[in-house]
């Protein structure tokens, strides 16, 4: 037998070892994966544990898809949804302020828990109806609106949560209110800002599939149709050179749609290559962008709640001990100037030397401290708090108007909370039509 190899002989060697180095290639990255999920579970699942604001539904939701489960402590944070949140709903409704994003959110994370939707009611003044005839009502009202004014009295971004809600709980849909989604989906009216909102392209999408898997009766089959394909090219096109759908924060509902609208979502897509790289990055720790891309990194989508069985569930998540770290005190001051813009195109300026990577509230905090000509107000949401009213003026969504953010003229895509000041920079805030 001879030393040599034949070229033959070596072409098949190369080719085993090829084999072999792809294959432990594979395996580590689906290692690395199962890692980050677990990471990102435990992540949304400690924030269950946060008692500074209300409970959030979304959280909810996404540990309820989840594959690993800690069931007595969704079982606490369904309790706390059935407390909290709907005393706050209650509370709401009684002021006849618009609620029917956050009440088709509770109705889905109920269904996330196989609860019976005949069982809950809300008492509003002294009459208390179920829970799913307030939110058929809400939509009524809310269609009314579009009639009216041909945009919702919220947006349609939580008036395709109401749809979604009342489809995966078998209710029908009348519709004259699935023909106002359609027929916005078709004529472009999900802008917001200068550009089409890929988080109300992806919930419209996912609501409008639901209706069409139901077989509920729409006015228009091909209508229909046409809105779901339209929705899907959108979401398609929206992808950027980095693999994004939109942007980091929409990426995960973005995928969570295709899936829904049947794409086969592939690993080695590059918007799951960017999703992956963003959880390997630390880019997702507000509990709220964890639940809607958690579910989309596990093939699932809101759609899957419709059939949701509760039945020989996984117990197995577990959360490890948090190390204790302390906060490590920087010396090194960054200068941000910022600009005021009202609606009427008026503007003050202002500048203030921040500790780096502090937050852009606590920026906003420390300047109001300093400056008497310079005050704003904040509300609570299920993104964290955002501004309300800056300088004594006010962008109410009823007024289709937002305190718009940009540093060094680009659009933030995190609340004030979250953006972390870590160089020298200019931040606009700036009243907004949309």
């Not at 960017?274 to 997702?284: E, H, P, Q, R, S």
């Not at 639940?291 to 949701?308: F, G, I, M, V, W």
Request: with cysteine; aromatic share 6%.
């Amino acid at each position: 037998m001879g030393l040599f190899c034949s070229s033959a002989q070596m072409k098949m060697i190369f080719c085993v070892i090829a084999a072999l180095f792809a294959l432990t290639v594979a395996n580590t990255a689906a290692s690395d994966n199962k890692n980050l999920l677990l990471r990102l579970n435990q992540d949304l699942l400690r924030s269950t544990e946060n008692q500074e604001s209300l409970p959030n539904p979304s959280i909810h939701i996404a540990l309820r898809l989840s594959t690993q489960h800690n069931l007595i402590k969704e079982g606490q944070y369904l309790n706390q949804l059935k407390t909290k949140f709907h005393e706050d709903i209650q509370s709401t409704l009684n002021t006849g302020k618009p609620v029917v994003g956050r009440l088709a959110l509770y109705v889905l994370a109920l269904k996330a828990s196989c609860h019976d939707l005949s069982n809950v009611s809300l008492l509003t003044g002294e009459k208390s109806e179920p829970l799913l005839t307030h939110l058929k009502k809400q939509m009524e009202l809310e269609k009314e609106h579009i009639a009216i004014s041909d945009r919702p009295l919220t947006n349609y971004y939580q008036y395709s949560l109401g749809i979604l809600a009342l489809c995966v709980s078998g209710v029908r849909v009348s519709s004259h209110v699935s023909h106002k989604l359609t027929h916005a989906a078709l004529h472009s009216t999900f802008n917001h800002g200068d550009s089409e909102s890929v988080d109300t392209l992806a919930i419209a999408g996912i609501a409008l599939q639901c209706l069409k898997e139901a077989e509920t009766p729409v006015k228009n089959k091909k209508e229909l149709e046409k809105a779901l394909a339209t929705i899907k090219q959108k979401i398609v096109d929206s992808e950027r050179a980095d693999g994004h759908l939109g942007n980091e924060f929409s990426t995960g509902l973005a995928v969570q749609a295709l899936l829904a609208l049947g794409n086969n979502v592939d690993e080695c897509s590059k918007f799951m290559k960017a999703l992956w790289t963003d959880v390997k990055k630390g880019t997702y720790h507000n509990p709220m962008a964890i639940s809607q891309t958690l579910p989309a990194l596990q093939k699932r989508s809101y759609l899957h709640l419709k059939n949701k069985e509760c039945l020989n569930e996984d117990d197995t998540l577990v959360l490890d001990p948090v190390p204790v770290v302390l906060p490590t005190l920087t010396n090194v001051l960054v200068l941000v100037e910022l600009e005021v813009v009202k609606a009427d195109g008026s503007s003050l300026n202002y500048q203030i030397n921040v500790p780096n990577g502090t937050s852009l509230l606590e920026t906003l905090t420390l300047l109001q401290q300093q400056q008497a000509n310079f005050k704003f107000e904040k509300e609570d949401s299920l993104w964290g708090p955002f501004l309300s009213v800056v300088n004594g003026e006010q962008a109410r969504q009823t007024d289709r108007r937002y305190w718009h953010l940009a540093s060094n003229g680009q659009g933030l895509t995190q609340g004030i909370k979250d953006y972390k000041v870590e160089a020298a920079q200019k931040i606009t805030i700036k009243n907004t039509g949309y």
